[in-house]
């Protein structure tokens, strides 16, 4: 290539299309129902989207919003973070609008990372994170989810911080495993960041899909407003994930410092649709008891299912993802048994593998989504029973 050089950046080199879009385009070719990317089938509340059609219509957001968001949807963020937490933000300096959680993750991580810094991280790791990380220049450092529980061994963590390390990237609930952090680890985690004064970069997108147990925002915890930053996101609450509409609450410099690089990435995004969700952060506590009660009976509905068709089937305490292994089938690769998936019985997964630094931990693991119709899930039980056979 030019100058003898690849054209892509090194630090992405390790880097291709992501496992998502491999397998939502395998599911295309071959027909098959898809249950590897985790997008509903259904659209979420009416009143919601019928808010975004008022807001095109009467020309709110048509052009560029503010840059940090419409001032309704950051007090509705604001008002959001205190009636479920109790936790103050000032909508005006303390929270900012994003191109959905992806752009929150990867603002967050090129503002607050110098290149060199260490960057501990739950594995398996959302992809986007490794990327970020890489495209800030710094480090990952794992630390593993093991099954079946997939608890953080909290003595492993102290021995991974070193003096490089600047940011500890957490998600819970934890996408793909499903597991969600307890008080008594999220408080070991949080004296581990004031001991070391460590950044804390928080991914709660699942916090209303808590199947076992309640949502806990690190930032509530003694001492750590200060130094953490929280990702939320409307997608995965409301059912409107291609509205791309996310957010980030945190004391006043680091919003400001997350806002310096944000700016220069989408800069606005989803200017109408910024006002729906406004609406959509007030709806009743009934819609939000209504929609995990629902997702958790779809995760009975499909586990169930997983394991009648012969699956050891880990069951999540919270997203809308259940982790299986494929080990009861004789099988060990969890990629080529999700590339043949399709043809044996018409249903696409993801292979958790390719989350991994280490994939031999999670070799035999496979993720499937809940988030679909009754008569969708049913159908795919049908189809994976034919493994058994």
């Known amino acids: 290539m030019t100058q003898g050089r690849p054209l892509l950046n090194r630090r992405l080199a390790e880097f291709g299309t992501t496992i998502f879009a491999e397998m939502s385009a395998l599911a295309v070719r071959t027909g098959s129902i898809n249950l590897g990317q985790g997008f509903p089938d259904t659209d979420g509340p009416e009143e919601i989207r019928e808010a975004a059609v008022r807001a095109l219509r009467a020309g709110h957001g048509n052009q560029y919003p503010p840059g940090p968001g419409i001032p309704e949807l950051r007090t509705a963020i604001a008002d959001h973070q205190q009636r479920f937490y109790?936790?103050?933000?000032?909508?005006?300096?303390?929270?900012?609008?994003?191109?959905?959680?992806?752009?929150?993750?990867?603002a967050a991580l090129l503002a607050l990372l110098e290149p060199g810094d260490e960057v501990i991280a739950f594995e398996p790791f959302y992809d986007s994170y490794a990327a970020c990380i890489a495209m800030a220049g710094a480090k990952r450092v794992p630390l593993t989810l093991r099954a079946p529980s997939f608890r953080p061994n909290l003595d492993e963590l102290r021995t991974k911080i070193t003096p490089r390390t600047h940011l500890l990237l957490l998600n819970t609930p934890h996408n793909p495993t499903g597991m969600v952090l307890t008080a008594e680890e999220q408080s070991a985690i949080a004296a581990l960041a004031i001991e070391h004064d460590l950044l804390v970069v928080t991914d709660e997108v699942y916090e209303h899909l808590v199947h076992e147990g309640t949502h806990r925002p690190v930032a509530a915890l003694p001492g750590m407003r200060e130094r953490t930053v929280?990702?939320?996101?409307?997608?995965?609450?409301?059912?409107?994930?291609?509205?791309?509409?996310?957010?980030?609450?945190?004391?006043?410099?680091?919003?400001?410092?997350?806002?310096?690089a944000k700016q220069y990435l989408t800069y606005v995004s989803a200017g109408p649709f910024q006002y729906a969700i406004a609406e959509a952060l007030r709806l009743p506590d009934t819609y939000f008891d209504s929609f995990r009660a629902d997702l958790r009976r779809k995760r009975d509905l499909l586990g169930d299912g997983l394991r009648a068709a012969g699956f050891e089937v880990y069951e999540p305490q919270g997203t809308y993802f259940i982790t299986t292994d494929i080990s009861p089938f004789g099988e060990k690769d969890a990629y080529a048994f999700c590339r043949a998936l399709p043809e044996r019985c018409g249903v696409v997964a993801v292979p958790n593998s390719v989350f991994y630094d280490t994939p031999d931990v999670g070799r035999s693991q496979v993720r499937f989504t809940f988030c679909k119709r009754d008569d969708v899930l049913q159908e795919a039980v049908g189809r994976l029973r034919r493994l058994a056979s």
Request: aromatic residues 10%; charged residues 15%.
């Open 230 to 260: 929280t990702i939320g996101s409307a997608g995965k609450t409301f059912s409107f994930t291609g509205w791309k509409v996310g957010w980030v609450t945190a004391n006043g410099p680091l919003v400001s410092a997350v806002r310096t």
């Open 86 to 106: 109790g936790l103050p933000f000032d909508p005006d300096t303390e929270v900012l609008v994003t191109a959905g959680a992806t752009e929150a993750i990867a």
